[in-house]
C-alpha cells in the first residue's frame, strides 16, 4: 500500500515541511483515521471530528511542544494525540493500561496540562504565560476552549484576569454552535486575508478595521456575525472578549485551513497581548453519521465505520440513570413542588425524561455546578423541592456552595448523584470516588446509597418528602441488577439500613452498589464453613447504630464495605465503634474502601478487582481478619 502523508507524520515537527496544499490532504487523511481508531474502541468522536482542521493548523503555525497548547475538557484531543507520536497506541484509546481518553501530562510532553472537566485551559494557558515571561523554558501558550465551557464561570474568572494582565496570550474559541451563512463564511475568507496581507496594521487596528474594507454584501454578513458575540442586532460596539482587554478575531471558518492558516501566522507574528481568535466548527464534521446524530456522536461505542452502526451490548436490565429519571417523574406528578436542575447533562443524568413530561420544572444551567447548587438553595428557601442531579466527579466542583449555601443553612436541596464510583473509560477523572467522604462530614446532611434500583426508588421518594435539610442519594453508572420493581417506591426510615441474610460469625456491611459482591462473597464463605451476615446499610448518615451495635456484638469481625475514598462510611463507622468502646478482644474490625490513589481506566470490574473491592478482595479481606490462609478448600471447613 502507498505510504500516506499522515504515515510520514510522527511528530508535529514533521507538518512544518509541508506546503498547505499537503495540509490539507493531511486533514482528510488525518479525520479518516480519527474514524477507524474509534471505531475499534470507541470514544468521543463528533467533538475530535469538530477539530481536525484546526489540530493541524495550530501543529503547524505553533512550535509544540515549546509553545504549549492546552485542549479544555480533552474530548477533542484524538486528532491531536495521532499526530503527537501516539497514532500507534490509538488502538488502546480509553483501554486497560492504554491511552488516555483525555489530554494527560504522563503520557505526553505535548499534554502540557491534564483535562477533563471543563473551563480550565484559559487559566492553566495564563499560567503558561506568565512562567515564560518570567524567565521560565516554555513559549506561547494556546489554550482552545469550546462554547459550552466559555460559558462557566471559571473561564470568565480567568479571562478577567488575562485581560488585565495584558501578556501576549492566544485563547481559541471552537464554536460549534453557530451556523455560517455563506456570507460570513465568505467574510471570514476575505478577513483572513486581510490579516495577512495588510503588514503594516496592527493587530487592533485590523481587528476594528476589517469590516470598512468589505464589499456591502459581506459587510452586512460581518456585522451578523458580530452581534452574535456582542449581543448587538447591529454587530456594533466592542466584543465581550474586547471589553476584558483581549483583541477580537473572527469569526472564521475552522474547518478551512485557507482561512486558519494565515490567521493563525498573523496573529503569532504580530500580537503582543492576548487574543481570542473565534473559530466556528461543526461536531461530526467529514462523517455524515455523526453530522446527522442527535447527539453528533459525542460518545459512542465501537462502530461500523461504514455504516454508523454502533455495537451496543443488549441491556438485560434498565439503567440507574432511566430509573432515576422515570421515578422522578412519578413523584412529580403528584408533587407539583418537584422542579429538577442539571448542568449541561440531561440525557447523562437521566433528567431527559423528567424534561419530556415537565419541561417548565426542568432547568438545564450549562455548564456551571456551582450555579447549579446555589440556583438549588434558593429554589429550596423559596418553597420549591429541587432535585440537583450532578455526577460525582462534578459536583465536587460545587463543594463551597454545598457546605455554605446549603448544608450550612439547613436547605432540603435533594442531591442526585450518578456515576457513583468507578466509571471504566474514562478512568480517574471521571471517578465518583469522594462524595460520600465530602458530605458525610457536613452537619444535618443525609447520605444515602442505594444498593439497587429498588432501593434507588426509595431513596428518590424519601428525599421528596424530606424537608428538614439536605440530602443525597448515590447510583453507579450502568443497568442495574434486575429487581422487580413497583409502580412507586417507599419512604425509608431515616438512618435505618436492613439485614439481608443472617449468619454468626462474619458480618458484611455494605454501603451502596456493592452489595451484590458482599452477597457473592458469603455464599464462598459459607461454603468453606464460614458463617456470614450480610446488611445493607442504606445511609452513611445518619448511620443506623442500632443495627453496627447488633453486629458488632454478634459477630468475630466485622467488615465495611463501599465504593468510595477513606474517609467515608467505615470511617464514621469504625469512629462510632472506637467513641463506644466496641473494639475490643471480641471484635475485628476491618474497612474496604477505594486505595489512596487514582486508578486509570480499564473496565469497572478490573477497577475494582485493581481496588480490592471484588469478590475475592472482600474474602481475601476476611481471611486476612480472621487469622486463617486464604486457601479456599475443604480444610477450611475445619477452622474454627
Not at 433528567?351 to 429554589?379: K, W, Y
Amino acid at each position: 500500500m502507498k505510504p500516506t502523508l499522515l504515515d510520514k507524520i510522527n511528530y508535529p515537527t514533521d507538518l512544518r515541511h509541508l506546503s498547505d496544499l499537503d495540509l490539507k490532504k493531511l486533514a482528510i487523511e488525518l479525520r479518516n483515521e480519527t474514524i477507524r481508531a474509534v471505531s475499534e474502541t470507541g470514544g468521543h468522536l463528533g467533538s475530535s471530528l469538530g477539530v481536525v482542521e484546526l489540530t493541524v493548523a495550530i501543529h503547524s503555525v505553533f512550535n509544540t511542544p515549546h509553545d504549549k497548547l492546552i485542549w479544555d475538557v480533552g474530548h477533542q484531543c484524538y486528532p491531536h494525540k495521532i499526530i503527537t507520536g501516539r497514532r500507534e497506541k490509538m488502538n488502546s484509546l480509553r483501554q486497560e493500561g492504554g491511552l488516555s481518553g483525555f489530554t494527560k501530562r504522563s503520557e505526553s510532553n505535548y499534554d502540557p496540562f491534564g483535562a477533563a472537566h471543563s473551563s480550565t485551559s484559559i487559566s492553566a494557558g495564563l499560567g503558561f504565560t506568565v512562567a515564560r515571561d518570567m524567565g521560565m523554558a516554555t513559549g506561547d501558550a494556546v489554550a482552545v476552549i469550546g462554547d459550552g465551557s466559555i460559558s462557566a464561570g471559571m473561564a470568565y474568572e480567568a479571562l478577567n484576569n488575562a485581560g488585565a494582565e495584558g501578556r501576549r496570550f492566544f485563547v481559541i474559541l471552537n464554536d460549534n454552535e453557530m451556523s455560517i451563512a455563506p456570507p460570513v463564511g465568505a467574510m471570514s475568507k476575505y478577513l483572513s486575508s486581510l490579516y495577512a496581507n495588510q503588514q503594516f496594521y496592527t493587530l487592533k487596528e485590523l481587528a476594528e478595521n476589517f469590516a470598512k474594507s468589505l464589499p456591502g454584501p459581506l459587510r452586512e454578513g460581518a456585522k451578523r456575525a458580530r452581534g452574535l458575540i456582542t449581543g448587538l442586532a447591529g454587530g456594533t460596539g466592542n466584543t465581550f472578549f474586547e471589553d476584558l482587554g483581549f483583541s477580537y478575531v473572527g469569526p472564521i471558518d475552522g474547518h478551512d485551513l485557507d482561512q486558519l492558516l494565515p490567521v493563525l501566522r498573523t496573529v503569532k507574528t504580530r500580537s503582543e497581548g492576548p487574543v481570542l481568535i473565534h473559530c466556528v466548527t461543526k461536531k461530526g464534521a467529514g462523517y455524515a453519521p455523526a453530522e446527522t446524530s442527535a447527539d453528533k456522536y459525542h460518545g459512542v461505542s465501537k462502530f461500523d465505520v461504514a455504516s454508523g452502526k454502533q455495537h451496543k451490548g443488549k441491556s438485560n436490565a434498565p439503567s440507574y440513570t432511566s430509573i432515576f429519571g422515570q421515578t422522578l417523574v412519578k413523584e412529580a406528578t403528584v408533587d407539583e413542588k418537584i422542579v429538577a436542575v442539571t448542568a449541561a447533562m440531561p440525557s447523562g443524568t437521566g433528567l431527559n425524561i423528567f424534561q419530556n413530561s415537565f419541561p417548565g420544572r426542568t432547568f438545564d444551567v450549562g455548564i456551571a455546578e456551582q450555579h447549579a447548587v446555589t440556583f438549588c438553595a434558593g429554589m429550596a428557601a423559596g418553597g420549591l423541592k429541587p432535585f440537583c442531579a450532578i455526577y460525582s466527579t462534578f459536583l465536587q466542583r460545587g463543594y463551597d456552595q454545598i457546605v455554605h449555601d446549603v448544608a450550612l443553612q439547613k436547605l432540603p436541596v435533594r442531591f442526585a448523584i450518578d456515576r457513583a464510583g468507578l466509571v471504566g473509560a474514562d478512568g480517574a477523572t471521571h471517578a465518583g470516588s469522594f462524595d460520600v467522604a465530602y458530605l458525610s462530614n457536613l452537619p444535618g446532611f443525609v447520605v444515602m446509597a442505594a444498593s439497587d434500583e429498588l432501593e434507588l426508588m426509595h431513596m428518590v421518594r424519601t428525599s421528596a418528602e424530606y424537608n428538614e435539610g439536605p440530602i443525597s442519594f448515590r447510583y453507579p453508572r450502568g443497568e442495574g441488577i434486575g429487581v422487580e420493581l413497583p409502580e412507586r417506591g417507599e419512604v425509608l426510615e431515616l438512618g435505618k439500613g436492613r439485614i439481608i441474610k443472617e449468619g454468626n460469625r462474619v458480618a458484611i456491611l455494605s454501603f451502596g452498589a456493592h452489595l451484590g459482591e458482599a452477597l457473592d462473597a458469603s455464599e464462598e464463605l459459607e461454603q468453606l464453613g464460614i458463617s456470614v451476615t450480610v446488611a445493607d446499610a442504606r445511609f452513611s448518615k445518619p448511620l443506623d447504630t442500632d443495627l453496627i451495635k447488633v453486629l458488632a456484638e454478634n459477630h468475630e469481625l466485622l467488615i465495611t464495605l463501599e465504593e468510595g475514598s477513606i474517609g467515608g462510611f467505615g470511617s464514621h463507622v469504625v469512629h462510632y465503634l472506637l467513641k463506644n468502646n466496641m473494639i475490643n478482644n471480641n471484635l475485628k474490625v476491618k474497612s474496604l474502601f477505594l486505595p489512596d490513589r487514582f486508578i486509570d481506566q480499564a473496565s469497572p470490574n478490573v477497577m475494582y478487582k485493581q481496588a480490592g473491592l471484588d469478590t475475592t478482595g472482600i474474602i481475601s479481606t476476611i481471611f486476612d481478619g480472621l487469622g486463617i490462609a486464604d486457601i479456599r478448600s475443604d480444610k477450611i471447613k475445619s477452622i474454627k
